[in-house]
């Protein structure tokens, strides 16, 4: 990066953060700091979509596209069923009871135990992914472009903290408007500047051809395995589990819709994420998908994350790594060769020789294959710390050797403007939640009432705590996974219970508190003791979490006398 970039960088990200502390300055109640004003749809839609689509969306899922295609996209097929739900039945619900948090509807509906124990659950689940989001543009980030991590973490963790805990809710709102939009803008303009790139005369047509007989555009995976990670059915069934928990139920999403004006506004703003939520999810893999083309016919390293080789490479495992290296480019080189001759003939109108040619080339990549298999293997045998997983600095390599200076610092910024607009929604509800559900709730159980200042004070302290947290977890945490996917993986252990919480109070009237906090507990208990022992997807665990807390709270019901259950509730 050069002076032009930093300047983009920096003037994007801190034009937006303060422009955000000085549009919500002097706010001096609870109920605007927690919910905001009256907001407008699109406003709602976008904060919707820019709170989930994190930094780990941009900056994991175009290495996702490039290793394994478009398959992953199954992953939201169930996401506009689940919106449709929420519309139509959580929504209304909340509204009409005029509630801060999520929670509070299950003190209502059941007792205190169970709203503190839904609320407890979501600050687990959600801290935990507050720290993944600040660290995973971070790590990737500091790697790539030789920055402190620690430096990375604070400097980002820091500012979004500020003018979240300034402005609350509407500051929130406002400061993802704005950061969508540079989103979307960076990541278009990364997809054309990488048409560009393309070899000269090859067109999209072509590359999506070579694209897909490297069975890169594979969408959709009908196969009834279990341990498959992604096939239609864990997408439309654990899919729409997972986004009915997190639209539904988590209060980084609610939090956003309940802003709405009015129900009205409130419904069209989660219909807009109903609608653009895979088309948003099926453009970034296909762009990781097109870097992939793109490194066909231009030679990539053979570990992506180049620091980590590098130390290695110096070591004692050097000669290893290098002849590695010298067979990882021959095979590259042979496969280039292979894949001009299939584009030929693919254009010649020479079926056979195309398909020769195709062959010739899938082999060629399997040998490449291989030898980046063996080099991170040897990396791990060097030093079992090291993270072999590179599909994460797939995108951000592609940026800084390819793209124009100026454009890196957008998409830098694009990184950056993600993890604030992710972290600012979350950190938001998490002071929200710990003010709404404990604080001011376990006050109110003792009789006790301070004024709204003082709680929200408490929610800015509140706010800052989580802020704090975040960053400290972010300096300690080392993830094997594609970030992407470790996201999922920990929404996925947590979100099926919570979710089954909220259906028992919806559909099983007669179920009483007792009974289905202790079915909850159960059943995060065997998701805990399945995801440790099993090798299923782990979409799965939304459904088996939801159904098993469902099914134990009524079990546990019919034993529990009703007047005793009554009064227990």
Not at 282 to 296: D, E
Not at 373 to 387: G, H, Q, V
Request: with cysteine.
């Amino acid at each position: 990066m050069n002076a032009a970039d930093y300047l983009v960088m920096f003037g994007v990200l801190v034009a937006i953060a303060a422009y955000g502390m000085w549009r919500t300055r002097g706010q001096h109640d609870l109920k605007t700091y927690v919910k905001g004003g009256e907001t407008h749809w699109l406003t709602i839609g976008l904060s919707v979509m820019a709170t989930q689509a994190s930094a780990v969306t941009f900056l994991s899922t175009p290495g996702q596209g490039y290793e394994s295609g478009l398959g992953f996209v199954q992953n939201y097929f169930g996401a506009p069923l689940a919106l449709i739900v929420i519309s139509l039945v959580f929504l209304p619900i909340f509204r009409r009871l005029n509630v801060y948090t999520a929670y509070e509807y299950l003190g209502q509906r059941f007792d205190a135990k169970t709203r503190l124990l839904g609320a407890a659950l979501f600050l687990v689940q959600r801290g935990i992914g507050a720290g993944i989001t600040i660290y995973a543009p971070a790590i990737v980030l500091s790697t790539v472009m030789g920055w402190r991590l620690d430096l990375t973490i604070l400097c980002s963790g820091v500012l979004v903290v500020a003018y979240t805990v300034t402005g609350g809710t509407p500051a929130v709102n406002l400061t993802q408007k704005y950061q969508i939009g540079v989103i979307f803008a960076g990541m278009v303009a990364a997809f054309f500047v990488l048409l560009a790139k393309l070899p000269a005369g090859l067109t999209l047509h072509e590359a999506l051809t070579v694209a897909g007989g490297f069975h890169k555009l594979d969408a959709v995976d009908y196969s009834l395995d279990p341990d498959r990670r992604y096939t239609i059915w864990t997408g439309v069934l654990g899919g729409m589990f997972l986004a009915l928990s997190y639209f539904g139920t988590d209060q980084s999403q609610v939090q956003r819709y309940l802003a709405g004006s009015s129900l009205r506004e409130s419904r069209l703003g989660l219909m807009f994420n109903a609608l653009f939520k895979i088309p948003m999810q099926f453009f970034i893999l296909l762009l990781g998908a097109l870097v992939f083309v793109f490194y066909q016919f231009e030679r990539p390293p053979v570990f992506f994350n180049q620091t980590a080789w590098h130390q290695q490479a110096a070591g004692a495992s050097g000669a290893k790594l290098r002849a590695l290296e010298a067979d990882f480019n021959a095979a590259h080189a042979e496969k280039q060769q292979h894949l001009h001759d299939w584009v030929a003939a693919e254009r010649a109108g020479d079926e056979r020789r195309a398909d020769a040619a195709q062959a010739a080339a899938l082999a060629a990549h399997q040998r490449t294959e291989a030898a980046r298999a063996e080099t991170k293997a040897a990396l791990r045998a060097a030093d079992p710390k090291t993270p072999t997983t590179d599909a994460d600095y797939v995108f951000i390599t592609f940026i800084v050797d390819h793209l124009p200076h100026g454009l890196i610092g957008l998409l830098v910024a694009v990184f950056f403007a993600a993890t604030f607009s992710s972290k600012s929604g979350e950190l938001n509800a998490l002071g929200s939640t710990t003010v709404v559900d404990f604080y001011r709730h376990l006050h109110q159980l003792r009789g006790a009432s301070r004024s709204d200042a003082h709680y929200l004070a408490a929610g800015k302290w509140a706010t800052a705590f989580w802020g704090v947290a975040a960053i400290v977890f972010a300096m300690s945490v080392t993830l094997a996974e594609n970030l992407i996917q470790f996201a999922n993986i920990v929404a996925s252990i947590f979100y099926g219970v919570v979710l089954g919480l909220f259906l028992v109070a919806f559909f099983l009237k007669w179920v009483r508190g007792t009974a289905v906090f202790w079915g909850a507990l159960a059943a995060q208990v065997l998701v805990f003791v399945l995801f440790a022992t099993l090798g299923i997807s782990y979409l799965w665990y939304n459904v088996i979490g939801c159904v098993a807390c469902m099914l134990f709270a009524v079990i546990l019901q019919l034993f529990l006398p009703r007047d005793r259950a009554a009064a227990a509730a």
